[in-house]
């Protein structure tokens, strides 16, 4: 069935250090890639997203990349700020039928130090 | 202006007791989902509802679940029965409708976190 795998499950850094959270789907017609944030309390909020004809996308100091042959894609955090600290979730969504679900990972908790 | 809202925020209830979670979607959004989140976990998927469509219910994980969205707006999730298990944070999502359904961004309300005793 549709599985996505997150790790790591949780991550320190130091602030101004880098964060890298990765992901890997199982279902090959997944053609849409969301990355959120959920802080304590509040529901997930989107971060940024990619789809499966697109390699890399960037905004700011967030960027993610895409592997369709390899099933992966990976979620990079630059110039970390103790304000992103949160939980991350990844997720996939299949190209096929009008269902609009969303796969999610098990989440990672990030720590930023300041 | 106003996101998704759920009500209530928190919900403490005896096992065996049937509940009721309310979820106001984003005037305009067609589409409208739920997903349970239990402690440390990610978000499992429930049900999604898309306009007149019939709902896709391949995610509830039992019959004691059930979804309604009336008028194509508020939507209830009923559990019946409450178990132990069923505790957990419960978040409703909605979103727009486009050419391109596999890319519209879901917006998520802040969940009801539901015990039960």
Known sequence: ?114 | GAGVSQSPSNKVTEKGKDVELRCDPISGHTALYWYRQSLGQGLEFLIYFQGNSAPDKSGLPSDRFSAERTGGSVSTLTIQRTQQEDSAVYLCASSGTSLAISYNEQFFGPGTRLTVL
């Open chain 1, 1 to 114: 069935g549709e599985n996505v795998e997150q790790h790591p499950s949780t991550l320190s850094v130091q602030e101004g250090d880098s964060a890298v959270i990765k992901c890997t789907y199982s279902d090959s017609a997944s053609n849409y890639f969301p990355w959120y944030k959920q802080e304590l309390g509040k529901g997930p909020q989107l971060i940024i997203d990619i789809r499966s004809n697109v390699g890399e996308k960037k905004d700011q100091r967030i960027a993610v990349t895409l592997n369709k042959t390899a099933k992966h894609f990976s979620l990079h955090i630059t110039e970390t700020q103790p304000e992103d600290s949160a939980v991350y979730f990844c997720a996939a969504r299949r190209r096929s039928g009008n269902t609009g679900k969303l796969i999610f990972g098990q989440g990672t908790t990030l720590q930023v130090k300041p």
